[in-house]
Structures are given as structure tokens and as C-alpha cells.
């Protein structure tokens, strides 16, 4: 019955590599985001996607590349890791995404480790 | 650009009392949604509060109220009787109207909150 999951919730990974995290959510919602918190627990947004349709992409590394391949996936890929790509990677999703009124509901997170 | 401001890293409260977390905003946007989420030690994120820029109530959701005061651009979290299981961390966030470059969501540092027995 989860409503947003993600997987893995740990990946642990040397610098080079490239990895993806994978989400889904069957709550019905049109949009789905992912977000970055670092060490410090701040929290901010990457992509956002809308139908299958990218509507947000904040200044992020070109290393990091979003699929959504239906509206109920969105998958993150990141080539070439960096130590600084370390964090927790949210996968969140919302209705319709297009109003200041939509809540956004998160999924429980992946704990991205790069050595 | 939205700006969300949450000025206390860390707050202590005795369980059963009411405690009140701050946040500001800062926003041009005519038209804007704020909300709260916890994120406890375990460190998924729960959605617990929403209000608008146009509601002339107060948001409430059981335990949770939303003490809105547009003038001064705050949306102040308040908890009533406080339990262990609110010890968390509590963000602030806010999304501006659609169409434009504040409809993402933008997050408070966090304020830490501690509920002692």
C-alpha cells in the first residue's frame, strides 16, 4: 500500500560509477519530483515532471538525468559519481503540480553514500 | 524569488505543553501555498499542514495549527500537547502560483524539535 516508494533506500557506491534510483507512486498523481538534502538536511528541489512532461530543472549537474517513463515512474540517473553527490534523494509526487495549493507527498527517501 | 526563513535551529518542550515554531517568508507572489512537514530520526517526510494565502482561517489539523499572519508574512506552527513521538525535525515550506518561477517548493533550514518526558 505504499503510497511513494523508492528503491534502493541505501546505495552505497565507489566515486566513477553510475547508478539509478528508481520511484513510484499509485496514488493517481500527475506529477512527481525529486529532491536533494545534503548533510545539513536542507532540502531542495532537482526535477519535476508533469505527465511524463519535464516542468522543473533547477541547476543540477548534467551528470543527473530524469526518466519518467509513465506518469507513476520517475527514475533518477546519475553518471560519473562524486563525492559531493553524497545526500538523501527524495522522490515526492502531487496531484496536479501546477497549483501553490498542491501537496507534495514524499516517499522515505535513498541514502546515497560515494566513497 | 520565495524565501523561507526558520530562525530556530533547535527547541525543547516538556510533553503535554504547547510549542509554537517560527517561519517567515518572503515572496512577491500575490498567490501562494505554505506548508509543514516532519521528518523524524527516521527520516521519511510526513506532510502534516497547509495553508493558503487567500484562507481567512487558520489551517488546523487535529493537534496542528497554522498561526497565519499574512501582514507579517509568518506561518508559525503551533503543536498542542506535545508528545515523545513529535520530536522531529519541522520544515517550513512554500510554493508560489502556477505559471510562474516560484511554483517549486522552497524549504526553511529546519528547526530541530526535542519533546522531553
Known amino acids: 500500500d505504499t503510497a511513494v516508494s523508492q528503491t534502493p533506500k541505501y546505495l552505497v557506491t565507489q566515486m566513477g560509477n553510475d547508478k539509478s534510483i528508481k520511484c513510484e507512486q499509485n496514488?493517481?498523481?500527475?506529477?512527481m519530483y525529486w529532491y536533494k538534502q545534503d548533510s545539513k538536511k536542507f532540502l531542495k528541489i532537482m526535477f519535476s515532471?508533469?505527465?511524463?512532461?519535464?516542468?522543473i530543472n533547477e541547476t543540477v549537474p548534467n551528470r543527473f538525468s530524469p526518466k519518467s517513463p509513465d506518469k507513476a515512474h520517475l527514475n533518477l540517473h546519475i553518471n560519473s559519481l562524486e563525492l559531493g553527490d553524497s545526500a538523501v534523494y527524495f522522490c515526492?509526487?502531487?496531484?496536479?503540480?501546477?497549483?501553490?495549493?498542491?501537496?507534495?507527498?514524499f516517499g522515505p527517501g535513498t541514502r546515497l553514500t560515494v566513497l | 524569488a520565495q524565501k523561507i526563513t526558520q530562525t530556530q535551529p533547535g527547541m525543547f518542550v516538556q510533553e503535554k505543553e504547547a510549542v509554537t515554531l517560527d517561519c517567515t517568508y518572503d515572496t512577491s507572489d500575490p498567490s501562494y501555498g505554505l506548508f509543514w512537514y516532519k521528518q523524524p530520526s527516521s527520516g521519511e517526510m510526513i506532510f502534516l499542514i497547509y495553508q493558503g494565502s487567500y484562507d481567512q482561517q487558520n489551517a488546523t489539523e487535529g493537534r496542528y495549527s497554522l498561526n497565519f499572519q499574512k501582514a507579517r508574512k509568518s506561518a508559525n506552527l503551533v503543536i498542542s500537547a506535545s508528545q515523545l513521538g513529535d520530536s522531529a525535525m519541522y520544515f517550513c515550506?512554500?510554493?508560489?502560483?502556477?505559471?510562474?518561477?516560484?511554483?517549486?517548493?522552497?524549504f526553511g533550514k529546519g528547526t530541530l524539535l526535542t519533546v522531553n518526558p
Open positions: 515532471y508533469n505527465n511524463k512532461e519535464l516542468i
Open positions: 496514488l493517481g498523481h500527475d506529477t
Open positions: 515550506a512554500m510554493r508560489g502560483p502556477s505559471g510562474g518561477s516560484n511554483y517549486k517548493l522552497t
Open positions: 515526492a509526487s502531487s496531484r496536479l503540480g501546477l497549483a501553490a495549493s498542491d501537496t507534495q507527498y
